[in-house]
C-alpha cells in the first residue's frame, strides 16, 4: 500500500518517521537536559527532594564570588599548555611523516597506537610509571644519569601533578592529532609544492609560506578542540589522582561533578555547568573572529 | 629523488620519530614484563626487568577470578552489539533523510546535531541523570546503550558524504520500476554505504570500550561492570599488587590494540574522514 503512494506523500511520511526517533533521542538527552541546566542553575535543588527552590541568580554570584572555584581553572591551564606542546609535536611528524620516507607507515601505526588505548588503562598505567619508589620513569631517569631528578613525586607534587597529568594526555592524543594533520597535508595540491621548488623556495621557506597557511583552517580546528579539551578535562585527574594532592590536581569539570553528586548541590553545580558552556562559545567565537580576520580559509 | 647520500637533517628526523616510537612504548612495555611477574618476583627485580617466564599466567587467572572481569566483557559486549545496531539504523536512516529529500527544516536539524557537539556532555550528565532515573534505565544495561544510540554530527557528516557519492539515477531507476521510496532506503541506500559503516563500527567500538564515564555513573551495580569499571574497582581493592594491577591492564588493552593492527587502515580513514570536513 506504501508503494502505490505518490511520491511527495512517501516524501512526507519518510521524513517524519526517519527522524521521529533520532530527533526524539537528541532533544531528550542533548537540548532537554541542556535547558533543565539552564533552570537547575537558578534553585539550590539537593538533587533528590521533590521541590526546587527558586533562588535566581545566587549560584552564579556564589561561583563568581568563591575563588575557590575559580582557583580551579589554573590547574585546567597545565592541559591547554600541553595541548598547545602537543599540537606543535604532532605537526612537525606530521610534516615528516608526509614526506618520502623509510619506515613511515610503520612510524605511524605506532604513534598513533595510543589513541585507541582505554583510558582508564592507561590511566593506571601511568600512575605505575610516575610512582615516586616503584615507578619506571624514575628508574628510567636513574638510569640515565639525572639522579637529580629519579626521586621526583610526579604525582605528589602540588606544581607538577596537573602537568604530570597533562603529558599523559599528550602522550595519549599526539597521534590522533598526527593522522589529522597528515590528511590536511595530503589534501594540498602537489603541484603548489612544485611550482615553489621551481620558484627556487627552501624547505624551510615551503614550510612558512605554503605547508602552513593551508593547514590553517585544520590547526585552528585542533586548538579549538585543545582549549575546550583543556577546559572539559575529567577523567584522568578523577581515575589517577582522585583531585590530590589536596585537591591541587582538581579540574574544573570534576568540581562540578562533585559538587552535584557528592555534595548533593545540583543549583551550583548547574550554574558551574552554564559557565563553562559560555567559555566554550567565548573560545568559538573568539576564534571565528580571528579566523574571519585572518582572511578566508 | 635526493641523493642517497645521509644527511644531517634525515638524521634529525629519525632519531626524533625514534624518541617518539620509545615514548608511546615505554609505559606499555614496562606493563607487559611486570604482567607476567610473580609477587617475589615482581619485589625483586627492577621494574624495567624482563620476567623470567612470559608463560607464568598466574596474573591474568587472578585478575579475572577476583576481577569479574568475565561480566566485564559479556556486559560491555551487550552494549556495544545493541547501541551499535541501533545507531547505524538512526544514523543511515538520519543521513538518507538530509542527503536525499529537501524540506525547510533540513538545515535547522543540520544545525541541530551540529550545536549539540560543543556543549560539554559531562556537565548535562546532572540534568540526564533524572532521565535516566525517571525511565526506570538507572542501573540497568539499558542505560548506557540508550545513551549511546543517538547519531552524532560525524557520523552523519561521513554517511552524507558517501550518500553524495551514489548517484541518484539509481534512486530514479528504482521509482521508474514503482520501488517506494522505503524501500530504495532499505535496498540500494543502505547497502551502498556498508563502507562507511565499517569504519564506523570499529570507531564507534573502541570509543564504546574505552567509555569510563557513562557506565560509572549509570551503572554502579557490581554485576553490571564493564571492562572500565571493573578495572577501577580492582585497582581500588588491590592498590599494592602493581603486578596483579598490570596483568589488568594488558588484558583490557588487548582487544583493542589487536582490533587496530588489523584494521588500522580503516580506522585512519575513519577519523580522517570524520574529522576533516
Given at each position: 500500500m506504501f508503494g502505490t503512494m505518490s511520491y511527495n506523500k512517501q516524501k512526507t511520511i519518510i521524513i517524519v518517521s526517519f527522524l521521529?526517533?533520532?530527533?526524539l533521542?537528541?532533544?531528550?538527552?542533548?537540548?532537554?537536559?541542556?535547558?533543565?541546566?539552564?533552570?537547575y542553575s537558578f534553585t539550590n535543588w539537593d538533587g533528590y527532594s521533590p521541590e526546587k527552590p527558586w533562588v535566581g541568580l545566587a549560584n552564579y554570584r556564589e561561583v563568581f564570588s568563591n575563588p575557590d572555584i575559580f582557583k580551579v581553572f589554573q590547574h585546567n591551564f597545565a592541559y591547554f599548555v600541553m595541548g598547545v606542546v602537543q599540537n606543535i609535536i604532532a605537526i612537525y611528524f606530521a610534516v615528516i611523516l608526509s614526506n618520502r620516507l623509510r619506515g613511515r607507515n610503520?612510524?605511524?601505526?605506532?604513534?598513533?597506537?595510543?589513541?585507541?588505548m582505554n583510558g582508564v588503562a592507561v590511566a593506571f598505567m601511568f600512575g605505575y610509571v610516575f610512582d615516586t619508589t616503584n615507578g619506571s620513569l624514575n628508574l628510567l631517569l636513574g638510569t640515565l644519569g639525572l639522579s637529580g631528578l629519579a626521586d621526583t613525586s610526579w604525582l605528589g607534587t602540588e606544581g607538577l601533578v596537573n602537568y604530570s597529568l597533562a603529558s599523559t594526555g599528550l602522550w595519549r592524543f599526539m597521534g590522533y592529532n598526527m593522522v589529522i594533520y597528515i590528511a590536511s597535508l595530503q589534501a594540498i595540491p602537489r603541484d603548489i609544492f612544485e611550482a615553489a621548488k621551481i620558484d627556487g623556495a627552501g624547505s624551510m621557506q615551503t614550510l612558512w609560506r605554503i605547508t602552513l597557511p593551508n593547514m590553517k583552517p585544520v590547526i585552528q580546528l585542533n586548538l579549538f578542540l585543545t582549549v575546550t579539551g583543556a577546559l572539559e578535562v575529567f577523567d584522568l585527574p578523577f581515575v589517577l589522582t582522585k583531585g590530590g594532592p589536596a585537591g591541587a590536581s582538581q579540574t574544573y569539570v570534576q568540581r562540578v561533578v562533585e559538587t552535584a553528586f557528592a555534595f548533593n548541590n545540583y543549583g551550583l553545580a548547574s550554574a558551574m555547568s552554564i559557565i563553562l558552556l559560555f567559555f566554550v562559545v567565548f573560545?568559538?567565537?573568539?576564534?571565528?573572529?580571528?579566523?574571519?580576520?585572518?582572511?578566508?580559509? | 629523488m635526493r641523493q642517497s647520500k645521509f644527511r644531517v637533517i634525515d638524521i634529525i628526523k629519525y632519531v626524533s620519530l625514534l624518541i617518539g616510537v620509545?615514548?608511546?612504548?615505554?609505559?606499555?612495555?614496562?606493563?607487559?614484563?611486570?604482567?607476567?611477574?610473580?609477587?617475589?618476583?615482581?619485589?625483586?627485580s627492577s621494574s624495567m626487568a624482563m620476567p623470567q617466564s612470559f608463560f607464568n599466567f598466574d596474573n591474568f587467572m587472578i585478575v579475572f577470578k577476583r576481577g569479574h572481569l568475565l561480566s566485564g566483557f559479556s556486559n560491555i559486549l551487550i552494549i556495544i552489539v545493541v547501541a551499535l545496531a541501533l545507531n547505524i539504523l538512526?544514523?543511515?536512516m538520519v543521513a538518507y533523510v538530509l542527503g536525499r529529500f529537501s524540506f525547510k527544516l533540513k538545515p535547522v536539524i543540520f544545525g541541530?546535531?551540529?550545536?549539540?557537539?560543543?556543549?560539554?556532555?559531562?556537565?548535562?550528565q546532572v540534568a540526564t541523570f533524572g532521565i535516566i532515573k525517571s525511565m526506570g534505565l538507572y542501573n540497568t544495561l539499558g542505560a548506557p546503550i540508550i545513551l549511546y544510540i543517538g547519531a552524532d554530527v560525524i557520523q552523519i557528516i561521513l554517511y552524507l558524504q558517501f550518500i553524495r557519492n551514489i548517484p541518484v539515477d539509481l534512486d530514479e531507476s528504482a521509482m521508474v520500476e514503482g520501488a517506494s521510496l522505503f524501500k530504495i532506503y532499505r535496498s540500494i541506500i543502505f547497502p551502498l554505504l556498508t563502507p562507511a559503516t565499517a569504519t564506523l563500527v570499529i570507531l564507534k567500538t573502541i570509543s564504546i570500550y574505552n567509555d569510563m564515564y557513562i557506565p560509572y555513573l549509570y551503572m554502579p551495580k557490581q554485576s553490571l561492570g564493564v571492562v572500565t569499571t571493573v578495572l577501577m574497582r580492582f585497582q581500588g581493592v588491590n592498590t599494592a599488587d602493581w603486578n596483579l594491577i598490570c596483568a589488568a591492564i594488558l588484558v583490557i588493552l588487548l582487544p583493542t590494540v589487536i582490533l587496530y593492527f588489523f584494521l588500522q587502515r580503516y580506522i585512519f580513514e575513519g577519523v580522517t574522514s570524520g574529522a576533516v570536513k
Open positions: 521521529t526517533i533520532p530527533l533521542l537528541l532533544g531528550l538527552f542533548t537540548y532537554y537536559p541542556a535547558i533543565k541546566l539552564v533552570y610503520f612510524f605511524r601505526i605506532l604513534l598513533f597506537l595510543p589513541y585507541i573560545v568559538l567565537l573568539i576564534q571565528q573572529l580571528v579566523l574571519s580576520r585572518g582572511g578566508n580559509k | 620509545f615514548v608511546v612504548l615505554f609505559p606499555p612495555y614496562v606493563v607487559i614484563v611486570n604482567a607476567f611477574k610473580s609477587t617475589e618476583e615482581f619485589n625483586g538512526f544514523g543511515t541541530a546535531y551540529l550545536v549539540a557537539t560543543i556543549i560539554p556532555s559531562i556537565t548535562t
